[in-house]
């Protein structure tokens, strides 16, 4: 079945440092992707998305990937800061756009800020 | 902020008690979600209300009931709730049901005794 999931569940950087948040995904006919970001005690923040017809997109400070070959999308932070620090979770759709569908979220990578 | 407000922010109820989880949102969306977020876990889609028709209901238990009188406001009615149904609720809402971005609310954090 489909799943949507992260390579590591924590990632430890220094400040200043960029960060790359990886996840995986297993449903070839998936065409959105979308990346939110997750504060203690908030919910769930839109970050940046990508369809499936491009390879990167940028956004302010971050940057995301999609390697549809091997089914992989990452999240790059530039300059990583303290405010940064966060659970990152990536999502996809189950079915292509044009056909509904819902979207599917993987567990989440904690993203730890050290000053 | 998102534009999507959820009222309260916490809860602590017994499983013999009956409460509701409000969501209101700002942005004009035609689409509203429930979704239950458990530690260590995935976001868990609940339902899915479409200019106030339910389109999904994921396998949900009875004891959750969903109410969407208008496109801006969502409720879920809680009753005979279970230990195990202690999560973070959180309320999302996009344009309509098949544009995928969707904005969420900060979430009301249920405890069940």
């Known amino acids: 079945g489909e799943s949507v999931g992260l390579h590591l569940p924590t990632l430890s950087v220094q400040e200043g440092d960029n960060s790359i948040i990886n996840c995986a995904y297993s449903?070839?006919?998936?065409?959105?992707f979308i990346w939110y970001k997750q504060e203690s005690g908030k919910g769930p923040q839109f970050i940046i998305d990508?369809?499936?017809?491009?390879d990167k997109r940028q956004g302010q400070r971050v940057t995301v990937l999609l390697n549809k070959t091997v089914k992989h999308l990452s999240l790059q932070i530039a300059a990583t800061q303290p405010g940064d620090s966060a659970v990152y979770f990536c999502a996809e759709n189950d079915r292509p756009y044009n056909q509904g569908g819902k979207l599917i979220f993987g567990q989440g990578t904690e993203l730890s800020v050290k000053p | 902020e998102t534009g999507v407000t959820q009222t309260p922010r916490h809860l602590v109820m017994g499983m013999t008690n009956k409460k509701s989880l409000k969501c209101e949102q700002h942005l004009g969306h035609n689409a509203m979600y429930w979704y239950k977020q458990s530690a260590k876990k995935p976001l868990e889609l609940m339902f899915v209300?479409?200019?106030?028709?339910?389109?999904e209901n994921n396998s949900v238990p009875s004891r959750f009931s969903p109410e969407c009188p208008n496109s801006s406001h969502l409720f879920l009615h809680l009753h005979t709730l279970q230990p195990e149904d202690s999560a973070l609720y959180l309320c999302?809402?996009?344009?309509?049901?098949?544009?995928?971005?969707?904005?969420f609310g900060p979430g009301t954090r249920l405890l069940v005794l």
């Open positions: 449903n070839s006919a998936s065409d959105y």
């Open positions: 999302a809402s996009s344009q309509d049901s098949y544009q995928e971005t969707q904005y």
């Open positions: 990508i369809r499936s017809n491009m």
């Open positions: 209300y479409n200019f106030k028709e339910q389109t």
